[in-house]
Structures are given as structure tokens and as C-alpha cells.
């Protein structure tokens, strides 16, 4: 078990914690990670400018088009900076999700307070599966190419920023030439302390001929207090690499949510993101993807169960810059009461891209009338061989389907909630790890169960 990173209760003594947007937030953040390189610090600074010079964006912004954003969403917010003991070990003991796992991190308020050790036969082949402040001392020459290297492009410049200046923990995954991992690392993020942000990072190099498996896991300790998440992704496939990511979203209903993940596909990779949305009061979510080398194939799954006021704004990018690839999308959402959503995608085939194959497809239910789904999908084709198409699907429980299991003496409420999780299922199944599978339907389950209460 990893030493807790421990705060000191009495406000007398510990250091004040200033906003996000003050200068002192970057000077701390700076601060908290020791012997930092001076190429960080740079990267680190540069974003910082970044942050200070970039507007908040509005509706009125293309790439923000039907969002609703607080302007107020930045103040009196302040970066976490770790819990006490007690807090650690109660959120340690909470962490457990999936038993058969390689190696597990877990996080609270942007520190370290649990870890279980990479599968020694893993680490004697190679593997690196490490935290943040470990990375950056003892693999340097892995890390500095990558990370905080990749641009937001879909409209979260100003967000990509902060977290490129003030990010101080997250996991990092090295997978080298030939090695595959049958079971998966695991890494849960825990916001605790009312009107804090955390910066959850995950970044993953795998290596040619590699399998790759990573569950992130980000939950809210108390269901009431604000919070503020801002995290980053960058997945990097080699030739012919398995890379599989599971990310399950479940931050309390007071959060504000912005997750910005990168994929880049090289030559003959299979890399395969599934995501589950479930929490936040508003959950912006960029997933891009580049596909770099032939013959590669990249699928980009995700499941949203919306209810009261949640609003989850999804912004995606299926870039195809190398001949005979694939990428394949797919997002369901299931929306209640006066929820939201936006999707906005867009496919791009560069002129070179002759044979891809590349589909995106939205599909929206809506349980009640108040709730509202809006859906942008697009294409952007270069090359004159290809096979690309987009669709988007709005619709509301089917009356015969309701009426069938209703009339077999199944109550409405139970009806309703078979046919939602039919509807999600084709999701699920791709999860390919069925204790996590049952994990995500336990919190669907739960969150359909509070809703109808």
C-alpha cells in the first residue's frame, strides 16, 4: 500500500489554497511535483499562458454550438491537494472494482493514497505501469516526446490548458516490442473535499506487437459537494498493437466534468476506447482520434444515462490520414426528465486515404418529453474511394414493446428499465471483462432505481 498523501486538518497551518485561475495555483502546482525537468517546466508554462490568454467560449462558438456553459465555472474553485489518513483509507477500501487486475492506482484529490503493485511477470518483461511523479524521475526519455504534447482541436483549448499547467498525478503505461497483458491496470480517481478540481491524466504507449488493457474509474466521495474535473487521455498504438480502454464516469450531479481524450492509431493497431458517462451536472467530452498507418482500426464506443438537469455534450473527431483503416463510433445515450444532449461529429479522409472505412452513429432515447437531444454528425471527404457514413437516431420507448412486457404483468417502471438496458447491452458486451461489465450495470441499475424512487 502507497503512503496517503495527508492534509493537515487545522486551517492555522496549512497553506491557503488559491483559485484556479490565480497565478499561486500554477506556482503550487509547480511546487507539488519535485526536481520537475526544465522541458516541463516550459510545456507547463507555455500552457499557463495559454490558459490566461484564451477566452471562456460560448454558444457562440461553432465548436460550442447548443452548450450551456457557466460563465462562473472557474471561481471559487481551488485545485485539490490531497485528503486526511482516515479519508484515504475509507476511499481505498471503496476502490475496489476489479479483483483480477494487473496493478491498481488510486487517487484522491489529485494525490496518491493507494497503490497495488504491477504483476511481477509483467514488470520483468518490461511493463511500466507508474504514477505521474515516478515517470517523470525514472523514464524521462519515454515520456518527454508525448506528454503534454497533444492540442485540443474540438473547442476546450482554454480547458486543455489548465490541465496541461496544473496537472500533477495520473498514470502512465509503457508496453514494450512483443509483450501482451491478458489482464487489465486499473486507476480510480477520486474527488473528495467540496469546490475542488482534480486533474485526472492517463497516458499509454504501447509498442509494436503489444496488448494493452486499462480501465480509469472517476467517482465523487460526497454526493452534494461542487466539484471541478478536468482530465486528459493520449493513447499511442504502435504497429500492430491491441489497445483496449474503459473509462467509467461517475462523478456526483454538483460536478463539472471536461474530458479530453487522443488516440493515435499506427499500422495494422487495434485500438478500442469504451466510455460510460453517467455523472456530472455538466459533462463535456472531446474524443479524437488519428489514424496514422494503414490498416489500422480504431472504435469509439460510449453509453450516457442523463436524468434532472444533467447535460452531457459529446465532440468527436475521426481523423483518417493513412490508406485502408477503419474507425467505427458509436454512442447511445438515455435521456430523463429535462437532461441534455449534444453530439457533434465529424469524420476526416485526407486525400491519401484511398479505402477507408470509417461509420459514426448516434442514437438517442428519450424517456420522457422534456428531455432533449441534439446531434450534429458530418464528413469531410478528401479521397474518391471510400465507404463513410453517419446517422443519428432520436426515438422514445416503443408503445408495442412496453405494452408486451406490461401485459405479462411486468410494472411499468421495471419495463421501462428492461428496454433501457436492452438498448444499452450492445455497449456493455464490448467491455470484453465481465466483472466490470456487471459493475457498469449495478451503476446504471442504481442511478434508473434512485431516479424512480
Known amino acids: 500500500m502507497a503512503q496517503p498523501t495527508l492534509i493537515d486538518n487545522d486551517a492555522s497551518e ?4 488559491p483559485e484556479l485561475q490565480h497565478q499561486d495555483a500554477f506556482e503550487q502546482a509547480i511546487a507539488a511535483l519535485p526536481d520537475q525537468p526544465d522541458w516541463l517546466i516550459e510545456r507547463r508554462q507555455k500552457a499557463w499562458d495559454a490558459f490566461q490568454t484564451l477566452p471562456l467560449p460560448s454558444r457562440k462558438d461553432e465548436q460550442w454550438r447548443f452548450a450551456t456553459l457557466n460563465r462562473n465555472v472557474l471561481n471559487q474553485i481551488v485545485p485539490g491537494n490531497g485528503v486526511d489518513a482516515e479519508t484515504a483509507d475509507r476511499l481505498a477500501s471503496r476502490s475496489s472494482f476489479i479483483a483480477d487486475h494487473a496493478g491498481q492506482y488510486v487517487f484522491a484529490d489529485n494525490q496518491l493514497i493507494d497503490s497495488t503493485p504491477l504483476d511481477p511477470e509483467l514488470a520483468e518483461k518490461g511493463v511500466r505501469f507508474v504514477n505521474l511523479e515516478t515517470a517523470l524521475r525514472d523514464h524521462t526519455d519515454l515520456i518527454e516526446p508525448i506528454f503534454l504534447q497533444a492540442q485540443a482541436e474540438l473547442g476546450s483549448e482554454k480547458f486543455v490548458a489548465l490541465h496541461k499547467a496544473l496537472v500533477t498525478n495520473g498514470t502512465f503505461l509503457f508496453v514494450p516490442r512483443g509483450v501482451e497483458m491478458s489482464k487489465p491496470v486499473v486507476a480510480v480517481y477520486w474527488s473528495s473535499a467540496a469546490s475542488t478540481a482534480v486533474f485526472p491524466h492517463t497516458l499509454i504507449l504501447a509498442e509494436d506487437n503489444t496488448s494493452v488493457n486499462l480501465v480509469d474509474i472517476f467517482l465523487s466521495d460526497n454526493p452534494e459537494a461542487a466539484g471541478f474535473a478536468c482530465s486528459m487521455a493520449n493513447i499511442h498504438g504502435g ?10 464516469q461517475d462523478w456526483n450531479e454538483n460536478t463539472f466534468s471536461f474530458q479530453n481524450d487522443l488516440t493515435i492509431a499506427e499500422r495494422d493497431s487495434v485500438v478500442k476506447n469504451v466510455a460510460v458517462n453517467i455523472g456530472a451536472l455538466k459533462s463535456r467530452y472531446e474524443n479524437m482520434c488519428r489514424i496514422v498507418g494503414p490498416g489500422a482500426d480504431v472504435k469509439m464506443y460510449s453509453l450516457t444515462v442523463g436524468e434532472k438537469h444533467q447535460e452531457f455534450d459529446q465532440r468527436t473527431l475521426q481523423v483518417h490520414e493513412a490508406p485502408h483503416a ?15 444532449t449534444i453530439f457533434s461529429g465529424l469524420i476526416v479522409v485526407d486525400d491519401e486515404a484511398q479505402q477507408t472505412d470509417a461509420y459514426q452513429t448516434n442514437r438517442n432515447l428519450l424517456l420522457d418529453h422534456t428531455a432533449e437531444a441534439n446531434s450534429l454528425p458530418g464528413l469531410e471527404i478528401k479521397a474518391n474511394d471510400v465507404k463513410c457514413s453517419h446517422g443519428a437516431t432520436t426515438a422514445r420507448l416503443e408503445e408495442e414493446e412496453l405494452f408486451y412486457l406490461m401485459a405479462r404483468g411486468i410494472p411499468e417502471r421495471t419495463a421501462k428499465r428492461l428496454l433501457v438496458f436492452g438498448f444499452f447491452e450492445e455497449i456493455i458486451e464490448k467491455v470484453s471483462n465481465q466483472e466490470l461489465a456487471e459493475k457498469i450495470r449495478d451503476i446504471v441499475h442504481h442511478k434508473f432505481t434512485r431516479h424512480q424512487a
Open 14 to 17: 496549512s497553506p491557503a489554497r
Open 239 to 248: 504497429a500492430n498493437s491491441r489497445v483496449m480502454r474503459k473509462v467509467v
Open 326 to 340: 477503419t474507425s467505427d463510433l458509436l454512442y447511445k445515450n438515455s435521456l430523463m426528465d429535462e437532461c441534455r
